[in-house]
């Protein structure tokens, strides 16, 4: 066992009894690119119905482990995967894991809103009428509306819902983004820098609206605001060079780092 597993697992284990179930469990989680480490044994274990923030210098491996949760390692050539994650308890890596499936239940946001080149209705509806989730016009008129409601953009595009989702400001294209994920029922939501291109008022909206879905999902946010971490997650998890080097409350994690290296990223004398 890799030295830095039982640190891990010890904090998971002050979580407390009353948090939340577990729906994320990684075990001595690695990835190389041609042969070139780029995560080291990462054990980590994330609760569901909350926010959990991945911070750390660029380059530490943030978006790399938040691709091994829905396999997006597998389309980059040279990346080798190796360990064990587990969501709801099955291994994300299996060979009966049908990666478009699972991409489906673990619904991903990149740092750039990427509506498809279709009208805001279709956008959501794209989703659901692939994976047959909708009887009905009515049934997908339904899921078109409550995805959108649940992202808080109902009521501005309620009366344009033909209408380009790319003529949507650049918030609210994020929040389409949303609303076309969670329009699958996803298990996990993933955020890369979700705000990186937004405005304060539309970082705040987006903030807004993860603090309503932690209430449903298990959200995994890449930041590089400090501010944001501490705003919008219940846990954080600090990365550096590869290594997770420590998980817990954020509260603590900001205010009572264990270890050095995270004391010197939040205090800004790296990174
Ligand atoms: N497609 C790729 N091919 C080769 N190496 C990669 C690839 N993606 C990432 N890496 C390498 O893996 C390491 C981790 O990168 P990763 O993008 O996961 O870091 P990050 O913490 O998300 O960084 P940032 O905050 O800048 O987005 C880096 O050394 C990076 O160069």
Redesign the pocket.
Known sequence: MPDNQSHILDQNAGFGATEPPIKVAARDVC?A??G?Q??NHVSIDIPDRSVTAFI????????????CLNRMNDT?E??RVTGSLKIDGAEVNDKSIDPVVLRASVGMVFQKPNPFPKSIYDNVAYGPRIHGLALSRDDLDGIVESSLKKAGLWEEVADRLNDPGTSLSGGQQQRLVIARAIAINPEVILM??PCSALDPIATAKIEELIDELRENYCIII?T?SMQQAARVSQRTAF?HM?TLVEFGRTEDIFTNPRDPRTQDYITGRFG
């Not at 750390?56 to 691709?67: A, E, N, V």
């Open positions: 990835v690119y041609d070139k780029a995560l750390g210098p660029s380059g530490c491996g943030k978006s790399t482990f938040l691709r980059i040279g990346a890369d820098e890449v590089h990365f590869g």
